[in-house]
């Protein structure tokens, strides 16, 4: 398995949250509120369901 690609130090699931209720765009508020739920520790295949995406795996 590929290591995993590091979350920024800049942002948290509070703000991200918070961008994502500020945005206008419905698909933009979506990625962010799955990038917080990964944030918060959720399971990517809950972040994928959240963004409206499919989990993307590798072979």
Known sequence: MA???GL???Y???SLRAI???SKDGAQ???LLA???IYDGGARSEAAKIGGVTLQVRS
Do not use: E, F, N, T
Request: no cysteine.
């Open 3 to 5: 290591a995993a690609i």
């Open 8 to 10: 920024r130090g800049d």
């Open 12 to 14: 948290d699931a509070r």
């Open 20 to 22: 994502a209720k500020r």
């Open 29 to 31: 508020a979506r990625r």
């Open 35 to 37: 990038l917080a739920s």
